[in-house]
């Protein structure tokens, strides 16, 4: 009939929608279900301990590459266009404010979690979404191992102590690379540069806000990795579209958590 | 992969996170100033403290002696009463003064102990007597707009009988914050 040839399909494009948002619900019940199976089932990670330290490699010393010169990069650049904006205010000394409480607070936790959600939390979804597509995961339920035990919990507890530690070096590795093009590059005074950082920059509400930044983000980040690949269709597509979704979700998530958690942090 | 290799790298990068941490710490925040050493408390009354905020430096001689402690309000005599911690190495005569200065021409405020000439010492506990309040600004031009005031109303009298000065041009009453004595 058709007349109601548009109203068909207004109403199946409606259907469409409410059918993805429903699915939509579903994973991400799906995802904290996963969640707290590998905080119940972390004892066996922590036992043997070496499964653990397996995963740090993987995760954290092979990040340590891109993140160190990120920082670097990142450090010189923010010395860069600061000094540029700052001396037309007579105010070129405050360089080492600005780079430091820039990266301290937002850029080193921020620029590490997504960093980390492109190097390390693809590989994750990779390795278990072919794990999954390989059988391995059924094979090791039919021997007993349970698979969040031996395989996702390890890797989740890796990514939650690496994610800190490469933020926190990424802090510095940016202070250092800001120092380097302000103080012998553009001849910002030293003294200056170190005094003023240091009378402005707290450690409780900026340096430990930075690391429980951190923390979040690795929770964040390292979940939904393990849980896309947990949870990718058991083909080569799948999986390659689970490493994708791993990446965007995981970027989107650290941005607005990051504006949750400054909102939360600038209050109190 | 094996397991020494593993270990070792692993040990690499989170003794880097350590130092990294370390470095942050000490070179970067303000971990390291002055909080170590014991100190007692002495309170102060003022009538307006301005942005004084706890943990504010507390200087005298322009050296960093103490920290505030609290800042508290005291509804009986309407002043607020502000405890400071000082470092126990010094020690500050019975009438010192206290007062509120700004960092800078718009930074923090801080307290300054000015020390008199008393020989007994303040101890943990003890007042002190002569407190001077922070500047406000909003205070500071109403003064100079009331003194700019009242110097015209005294031109304006004398001007009638030494006619050969010339009248101050009308907008010398209106506001000229241009020469503000700050």
């Given amino acids: ?268 | 992969m094996d397991r020494t290799k593993i270990d070792l790298w692993v040990g690499i990068f989170v003794a880097l996170g350590v130092a990294a941490l370390l470095g942050l710490a000490m070179k970067v925040g303000n971990l390291t100033s002055g909080k170590i050493g014991e100190t007692y408390s002495v309170t102060a009354a003022f009538e307006n403290v301005g942005s004084l905020k706890p943990h504010a430096p507390v200087k005298s001689a322009g050296v960093a002696v103490g920290r505030v402690d609290s800042i508290a309000f005291n509804s009986k005599t309407y002043e607020a009463i502000v405890t400071i911690k000082i470092d126990k190495r010094y020690n500050f005569p019975k009438d010192t003064f206290a007062n509120i200065y700004t960092a800078g021409l718009l930074g923090e405020q801080y307290v300054g102990l000015e020390a008199g000439g008393d020989e007994d010492v303040l101890k943990n506990g003890d007042k002190i007597a002569k407190t001077q309040d922070a500047v406000v600004l909003e205070k500071m031009i109403s003064q100079f707009l009331f003194s700019k005031a009242s110097e015209t109303d005294k031109d304006a009298k004398s001007s009638t009988s030494t006619s050969a000065s010339e009248v101050k041009p009308a907008g010398a009453k209106s506001t000229e914050l241009g020469d503000a004595p700050f």
Avoid at chain 1, 124 to 139: F, P, R
Wanted: proline content about 3%; charged content about 15%.
């Fill in chain 1, 1 to 268: 009939m058709t007349k109601s040839n548009p109203l068909v399909s207004i109403i199946k494009t409606l259907q469409g929608i409410g059918h993805r948002m429903v699915e939509r619900i579903w994973r991400l019940g799906a995802g904290a279900r996963l969640f707290f199976l590998t905080i119940v089932y972390s004892g066996e990670s922590f036992k043997r301990f070496h499964l653990t330290m397996r995963e740090i490699y993987s995760t954290g010393v092979m990040s340590l590459l891109i993140i160190i010169v990120s920082a670097f990069f990142v450090g010189m650049v923010l010395a860069l266009q600061g000094y540029n904006t700052l001396q037309k205010y007579g105010s070129s000394e405050a360089i080492g404010v600005l780079v430091s409480l820039s990266l301290v607070r937002e850029l080193g936790p921020v620029v590490t979690a997504l960093l980390f959600a492109g190097r390390a939390g693809t590989a994750i979804t990779a390795e278990i979404g072919l794990m999954k597509t390989t059988e391995q995961l059924s094979a090791m339920e039919m021997m007993a191992v349970n698979p969040i035990a031996r395989v996702v919990a390890p890797r989740f507890w890796a990514g939650v102590i690496s994610m800190p530690i490469l933020a926190t070096l990424f802090s510095m590795v940016g202070i250092l690379g800001g120092y380097i093009v302000a103080v012998p590059l553009i001849g910002v005074d030293e003294g200056a540069f170190w005094s003023q950082m240091q009378a402005s920059v707290d450690f409780q509400s900026d340096i430990v806000n930075g690391i429980i930044k951190s923390l979040v983000f690795g929770v964040a980040c390292t979940m939904i990795a393990l849980f896309e690949g947990f949870d990718a269709p058991p083909t080569a597509e799948g999986v390659s579209r689970a490493t994708t979704r791993t990446v965007v979700i995981s970027s989107l998530t650290v941005l607005g958590l990051d504006f949750v958690l400054t909102s939360f942090m600038l209050v109190i």
